[in-house]
Structures are given as structure tokens and as C-alpha cells.
């Protein structure tokens, strides 16, 4: 095993309780490696974490987890995001065990528990928008949310097609692989759903348009205009324009401010719902409860789902204008959207978060996470480090002649691993070493977490005999 810099940490207080990471030997361990083994025979080939973190999950405590052989990971996979408050909340425990008793499945009844789950995440949004908004309760994922997003633009408008952004990610379904950029997904589903427009998405780091920040957000937004107004541009007037404030997936991307105004303008202009995807950012995730907030403006949808119920039990909805409330009864329902221990987990989430003041963490840990990894930028290999609050990414890059760098991100991925960092990779050709930290997670943890990280950089990026990186 490769030697890091960074110094040994005691795993376990006397008590028991979870101090810091620990690995000790290869990975997988023994025992890992058997309940991997029978992973293999039996689930599908369509699993993916396990293929590139050789672990088997037996416990977790806030924001580390202990893998069957007893080794100690920092979590900054955090489930894709769905435990705000880290593993094992005790207080979202006790709301969830407290719900059990009660009533577990709802449909879409109303319940006592659902209502104040209703009222808790318009609570959230700025008074604005609150008294404006309707809520759907959608099947259990983001995806089916995203769908159902669209699929409501679509009813409510009468038009067919719909805007996105290339490097977007919004899920693996039918539909939501059309509305996504990875072409090889579009290639393995044979087609998809139709009537889909891919523009420039401006976000930090390069322009697909040119140099320039400011440039950037002017000529990507121009494209979308020009061939919104132009009648032979081949793209229709859609029912809906649906876009990330941080491309998550794609690589932990915050769109530019302007660029963002400006798409907003020209949807209200033309009278085009804009959706506004914040199933990886809502819920705080960027410093604010909702990413949309820090641009200033107002969607008419707002997607979420992964970290409502603060405790990875699924819950999905779109918030969405009143004007917009289309739907006949049944138009998209699911048997799963009545979820009541995952509502009862998701109003105490929303009290601790504002008890805690776990949005100011939020911003106060993503900007010692900005400073931890900023020498990293003079890397050779690093093309970008970048994020907004705790969704974070470093984008590694071929220095010879600036293709993205896979195998090195892989290496920077393995090796974090083997000395208790876990971390997920993203990004075009999965390039992006991507950290989705607890939202309350301390400034210790932070510092450990971020040691590992940039000292997994410097040695698997280290030019060696026979090597690339």
C-alpha cells in the first residue's frame, strides 16, 4: 500500500465511538471481498460504486463508515447526497422509529405528519415564491421527479420539446437519459425520448464558448436566444428549459451568475417554464437551502428529492407555481410517494438544520474546503478545483496535452480509499474527483479528509518509470 504524508489518526475512543479513519491492510478485506464476490453472482451488472470502492458497508456513524473487516472511512460519498446530517442521526432516528409505530404508508393521503413535512419545505422557500407554491409528491427518485417536471411543462404549455444544457446529468431513466449530456448512455438506450435541445452551459472553469467569464455567460446565452427567436433555427418554442445551478454529475460545475439571469429573462420573456434541477444541491447543500437562491432568481419548478429525508429513506416532489396546476386526478402517481417515515425524518431535519444553523456550517466548511485544496490548483495535473458550499471537484487533466485524465482520477480515487477517504468520481470521462461531505460535518474532519485528498493527488500523480502519472 502507498504511503501518504498524512499522520495516522486513533480510530476508536475508549467509549467505541468513531474518532477518525482507519484502514489496516489491502482492500477489500476478507470479508469484503466475499460479500463482493457474492454481490457479483448475484445482482446485475448495472452496479457501479462497489466496482470502484471495494468495500462492503457494516455500519456508520455521522460521517464515517466501518466497512465488515472493521476498517474506518470518512463518507464524503455520503449516499449521492441523501444524509445531510451524516449517518445515523440520532434524532432522526428516534422521529423515524417514533413514525414506525404510527402509520408507515399513506398513498397520498393526508396525514398529520405529511402536512407538517408540506409546511416545513415551504417554510424554506423565500415568501415570494411561498404562497404561489404547489407541491407534487412524486415516485420515489429524482428521476421520477425530473419527469414529472417535464411532463407537467408539457401539459401545461402544449409544446413537445424541451431545453437542456450539455454536461447535465438528471437521471438514468428513459426520459431523463435524453434530457442528459453523456452521449454513451443516449448510445446503449437506443434513441430515447424525443424533441430534446442540448446549448452551452456556462460554469466555472472553461468557456465552452471562449475565454472569459464574462464573455462566456454573454455568447452561451446569445446561443439560446438566437435560436429560441429565430423561426429557421430548428428548435421549436419548448414546453420547459430545465437546467442546473451546479452541475453535479457533471462535474461539480456552478453556473455563472450571469449566464443564469439571463436564461431566466429570456424564459419569462417567451413565456417558458424554467426548471431548475436541485435534486444533488437542495436542501442546503450549497450554503443556501435551494442553489437557485444564491442567483437570484425564481424558477417556476424546482426539482428535489436525495436529502429530504435527511436520513436516505426516498422521498421526491416538485414546487411548483400555481399556474402550472394542470394535472388531472391520477396524471402521474406512484405507489411510493406516502412515505411516512421519511416525511416524519424530513420535518426534524429541517428543525435541526435551522436549530443548528447547519446552513452557516455549510458555507463556513465549504470555504475552509476551498482553502484546504486551493494549492492543489499548481498541480500539473489539476486542470480546476472548484465547487460551491460542500459540493466540491477536482477536475485532473493530462498535462501533455490536456485530455481528461481518467486513470489518474481513478488513482486519486483508489489510493484516497486505502487510507479512508471515500470520494466519487464525475465529470466528462469521470475525470472530476468529486467531495459530497455531511452538511454538518467539523472543521477537524474537514482538515483530515482534505489532507488525504491532496496528498492522494500529489503521489498518484507523480511521475514514475513506465507510467502516465
Keep these: 500500500m502507498t504511503t501518504l504524508t498524512t499522520p495516522p489518526l486513533i480510530t476508536f475512543s475508549p467509549s467505541g465511538a468513531v474518532t477518525g479513519p482507519h484502514v489496516a491492510g489491502d482492500l477489500p478485506g476478507p470479508r469484503s471481498a466475499e460479500l463482493l464476490a457474492r454481490q457479483a453472482r448475484w445482482e446485475s451488472a448495472a452496479r457501479v460504486y462497489p466496482r470502484h ?80 407554491t404547489k407541491l407534487h ?65 456556462c ?107 435527511g436520513i436516505g429513506l426516498p422521498v421526491a416532489l416538485i414546487l411548483y407555481d400555481a399556474a402550472l396546476d394542470v394535472w388531472e386526478p391520477g396524471a402521474h402517481i406512484g405507489t411510493f410517494r406516502g412515505d411516512q417515515p421519511a416525511f416524519a425524518a424530513g420535518v426534524e431535519t429541517v428543525r435541526i438544520m435551522r436549530r443548528d444553523d447547519v446552513l452557516g456550517n455549510v458555507r463556513a466548511r465549504g470555504r475552509q474546503c476551498a482553502q484546504l485544496l486551493a ?25 501533455a496535452d490536456g485530455r481528461p485524465a481518467t486513470e489518474a482520477a481513478a488513482a486519486v480515487q483508489s489510493l484516497a480509499l486505502r487510507h479512508g477517504l471515500i470520494v466519487e468520481l464525475g465529470g466528462r470521462d469521470d475525470a472530476v474527483v468529486r467531495l459530497l461531505p455531511p452538511l454538518n460535518v467539523t472543521a477537524e474532519v474537514m482538515d483530515t479528509a482534505c489532507a488525504i485528498l491532496r496528498d492522494a493527488v500529489t503521489v498518484a500523480c507523480r511521475p514514475r518509470e513506465g507510467a502516465a502519472f
Design 53 to 132: 470502492l471495494p468495500i462492503a458497508l457494516a455500519d456508520g456513524d455521522g460521517p464515517y463508515v466501518r466497512d465488515v473487516d472493521g476498517n474506518v472511512f470518512i463518507d464524503f460519498l455520503d449516499g449521492a447526497g441523501v444524509l445531510p446530517l451524516g449517518h445515523n442521526h440520532p434524532e432522526l432516528l428516534r422521529a423515524a422509529a417514533r413514525q414506525l409505530g404510527v402509520l408507515t404508508h399513506g398513498l397520498d393521503f393526508p396525514t398529520p405528519v405529511k402536512d407538517a413535512f408540506t409546511q416545513a419545505q415551504l417554510s424554506m422557500l423565500a415568501p415570494g415564491m411561498r404562497h404561489r
Design 137 to 201: 409528491f412524486c415516485g420515489p427518485t429524482g428521476a421520477n421527479a425530473v419527469e414529472a417536471a417535464v411532463k407537467l411543462c408539457k401539459i401545461a404549455t402544449g409544446r413537445s420539446d424541451v431545453v437542456a444544457f450539455q454536461g447535465a446529468f438528471h437521471g438514468t431513466t428513459y426520459a431523463t437519459t435524453a434530457l442528459s449530456g453523456p452521449v454513451a448512455r443516449k448510445d446503449a438506450e437506443r434513441g430515447g425520448m424525443p424533441g430534446v435541445h442540448f446549448f452551452p452551459y
Design 203 to 309: 460554469g466555472s472553469g472553461r468557456c465552452p464558448e471562449g475565454p472569459g467569464p464574462d464573455g462566456c455567460s454573454r455568447r452561451c446565452a446569445d446561443q439560446l436566444e438566437r435560436a429560441l427567436n429565430d423561426s429557421t433555427s430548428g428548435v421549436p418554442r419548448p414546453a420547459a428549459v430545465l437546467m442546473e445551478m451546479v452541475q453535479g454529475e457533471g462535474g461539480s460545475v456552478p453556473a455563472r451568475p450571469a449566464f443564469v439571469r439571463r436564461v431566466r429573462e429570456l424564459t419569462r420573456a417567451l413565456d417558458i417554464p424554467l426548471i431548475v434541477d436541485e435534486v444533488q444541491t437542495g436542501c442546503g447543500r450549497t450554503g443556501t437551502w435551494f442553489a437557485f437562491e444564491q442567483y437570484g432568481i425564481e424558477p417556476d419548478v424546482v426539482v428535489a428529492s436525495k436529502a429530504l429525508s
Design 375 to 399: 494549492p492543489l490548483a499548481d498541480h500539473p495535473w489539476v486542470r480546476d478545483v472548484r465547487g460551491s458550499g460542500l459540493i466540491r471537484g477536482v477536475e485532473l487533466a493530462d498535462p
